[in-house]
T-cell receptor, first 121, second 111 residues
C-alpha cells in the first residue's frame, strides 16, 4: 500500500515556541492531505484539509493563524504549530488519499502517517 | 452537526471470545470505512463498505453495512491477542473526501 511518513515522530518544546511537522507521501502524489489531532484515548479530530497549491481549509474551531499549513508540492504538506502552549500537546497525524490509485487501495482509502507526538512544557 | 458514535467504548474479552463493535451515524453515508489503531500507533485501513446491506469478511473479521446506510458493525470471531487496539469507523463528511471518525471501541484481550 501507499506509504506516508511524518517527521518528527515526537517533539518536546517550550511554551511560546513554534513547531513544524512534515508529512510526506513517499510513493504516490497527494493533491490533498488531511491533518488530524488526537488526544489520549480519544478519536481523531479533523483539523484541516491541505490542498496542493492553494490555501488549506480549516474545520470549525481550528485557528488558522495558529496552525499554519503549507502544501507546496504533491508529496509534502507541513503543519506549523505557532506559539505552542501546553494545551496544544497532542498526537498530530496526517493522512493522504492516493488519487491515482497506483497503490491499488480502495477508493477513498486514506493512508495515515505514523503521527507526531507533541509535548509543550 | 454530523456525528458518528460507536459502542461500546471499551471491551475486555478473554482470548477466544467473540467481539462486536457497533457504529451509528446521524446521517446517511455513501460509504463507511473501518480502521484499526494499535496502542501507540496510527490508524490502518481495514475495509470500505459501499452498498446497502453489504457484508464483507476478512478471515475472522466480518463487516456489515446497514440497509439504511447509517450504521455498521465489525465482528471478530475468536479474538486473539493480536486483535488488541482501537477500532474506528469513519464516514465521509457530506459528499467530500473528508472523513468523520467514530468515537472508537478499544478492545483488550486477556491471554
Amino acid at each position: 500500500g501507499a506509504v506516508v511518513s511524518q517527521h518528527p515522530s515526537w517533539v518536546i518544546c517550550k511554551s511560546g515556541t513554534s513547531v513544524k511537522i512534515e508529512c510526506r507521501s513517499l510513493d504516490f502524489q497527494a493533491t490533498t492531505m488531511f491533518w488530524y489531532r488526537q488526544f489520549p484515548k480519544q478519536s481523531l479530530m479533523l483539523m484541516a484539509t491541505s490542498n496542493e497549491g492553494s490555501k488549506a481549509t480549516y474545520e470549525q474551531g481550528v485557528e488558522k493563524d495558529k496552525f499554519l499549513i503549507n502544501h507546496a508540492s504533491l508529496t509534502l504538506s507541513t503543519l506549523t504549530v505557532t506559539s505552542a502552549h501546553p494545551e496544544d500537546s497532542s498526537f498530530y497525524i496526517c493522512s493522504a488519499r492516493d488519487t491515482t490509485n497506483l497503490a491499488g487501495g480502495a477508493y477513498n482509502e486514506q493512508f495515515f502517517g505514523p503521527g507526531t507526538r507533541l509535548t509543550v512544557l | 452537526g454530523q456525528q458518528v458514535m460507536q459502542i461500546p467504548q471499551y471491551q475486555h474479552v478473554q482470548e477466544g471470545e467473540d467481539f462486536t463493535t457497533y457504529c451509528n451515524s446521524s446521517t446517511t453515508l455513501s460509504n463507511i470505512q473501518w480502521y484499526k489503531q494499535r496502542p501507540g500507533g496510527h490508524p490502518v485501513f481495514l475495509i470500505q463498505l459501499v452498498k446497502s446491506g453489504e457484508v464483507k469478511k476478512q478471515k475472522r473479521l466480518t463487516f456489515q453495512f446497514g440497509e439504511a446506510k447509517k450504521n455498521s458493525s465489525l465482528h471478530i470471531t475468536a479474538t486473539q491477542t493480536t486483535d488488541v487496539g482501537t477500532y474506528f469507523c469513519a464516514g465521509p463528511v457530506d459528499s467530500s473526501y473528508k472523513l468523520i471518525f467514530g468515537s472508537g471501541t478499544r478492545l483488550l484481550v486477556r491471554p
